[in-house]
């Protein structure tokens, strides 16, 4: 009983001995693989260190074969040494560019579209080499075309970005810092987009330092010459105009001084020596010198107007002054039922007599300062009194009085037949009416 014990106990033993080496042997076998595995890892990330060493000389050759292929194309756009002939360079009439043996071979259709008056065209083809690979200076070249088409299309200010952008292009770019005719192309363009927008001074500036670049020298000066008459002739017209106002505004406040001296003191005076006297800028009407420092205005209206008790001109037009009852009403000579208002005037003593209600209406406009307005005897018997003076003072009364005039008669004719027809009824009224 014992043995059979010992020996299951010693088989069960082997059994775990043999089942821990077959797993350390498992374990072995996968660490072998991995091990493999990171050696052919390592191995390519060897590989495509390799890879991009070799790229980048690659990189580095490519590029500078680029930068040779670029200087052999910017030898044509160098200066020549007599660039006043006509196979070098020409200007064309549309838009005033400068077309060069370099921007002929690089944008000839542009420049024959721009010249036949094709801008959309030109701008589609300007628009397709910019998205091209192209050398700087072409770029810029075909910008300052673009501009150029832009401004004969009547867009100024899309053409002025388009300068603006060549010039940045000049400064960042140390390429392009070596061609310095370039910037005086850029500069002379936006000059005239300023001018077409009407901005003269940046204009001119624009075009200053185009004095000693060739090609741009004569017409900068003629585009720089025409900004200053420009400018000239706006000062001018603001001269002109602040002339104007200010004789508009002289003549106006002569005319309300002459207004209000009138209603004050109730002299005829001459309206044009008035007029004239006021126009002055140096001398009052009474011939006193006008102290400088001193607001005029301020001083006629202190001394006219808050006696009177009349607001001030900031508050009413001065056509104000000639409404009713503000202003004295003079009829015509010709005609005594019609009336003018064009220059205010006082009554005659024989006019005035013949309206009470005038005359009582004088001595408030003296007498304004009052509390309450002043009462005039037989007030109330005038109130309803058809009289053409008190027309004038009362018009909406007097167009009533027109309005009823027709209907008053068409009721007389109507009382007078009613009377008519009843009187038949009696013989005696009837022959005595008829009598």
Known sequence: MANSTQSTAELCTKVKATEIVKTFRRLKRERNTWEKMAQQFKQALEEAFDQRDQFR??????????????????????????????????????????????????????EELLAEGEYAKALSSIDDLLHSPISPEVQAEATLLKSVVLRCSRRPSDALAQCDEVLDMWNRNASLRQFHNLREKANFYKGICLFELQDFTRARIAFTPIDSAEHFATRAKEWRDRCVEEQRRIIEVNAIRMEAAKAEKDATRAEARYILNSIKHGDPWDYDSVVAAYSAPSKK???????????????????????????????????????????????????????????????????????????????????????????????????????????????????????????????????????????????????GLLD
């Open 57 to 110: 000389d690659l990189l580095i050759a490519t590029q500078a074969e680029l930068e040779n292929v670029k200087m052999q194309y910017r030898v044509p756009s160098q200066p020549t040494s007599d660039p006043s002939t006509n196979d070098q360079v020409m200007w064309l009439s549309t838009g005033d560019w400068l077309s060069t043996a370099f921007t002929r071979e690089h944008l000839d259709d542009a």
């Open 285 to 431: 009407l009474d011939g006193s010198t006008i102290v400088p420092g001193v607001d005029q205005d301020e001083l006629d209206y202190s001394m006219f107007l808050d006696p009177l008790g009349i607001r001030r001109p900031k508050e009413m037009v001065p056509g104000d002054l000639y409404s009713e009852g503000n202003s004295y009403i003079q009829p015509s000579k010709s005609s005594p039922s019609t009336f003018s208002l064009a220059q205010p005037a006082v009554l005659s003593s024989t006019e005035t007599a013949q309206c009470p209600f005038i005359e009582a209406q004088q001595e408030p406009l003296h007498n304004a300062t009052d509390d309450e307005p002043e009462t005039f005897p037989g007030a109330d018997a005038l109130k309803d009194e058809p009289s053409p003076y008190l027309m004038a003072f009362r018009p909406h009364e007097s167009r009533n009085v027109r309005a009823w005039e027709p209907m008053g008669r068409v009721c007389w004719v109507i009382g007078l037949c009613f009377l008519l027809g009843f009187g038949g009824l009696d013989g005696e009224f009837n022959l």
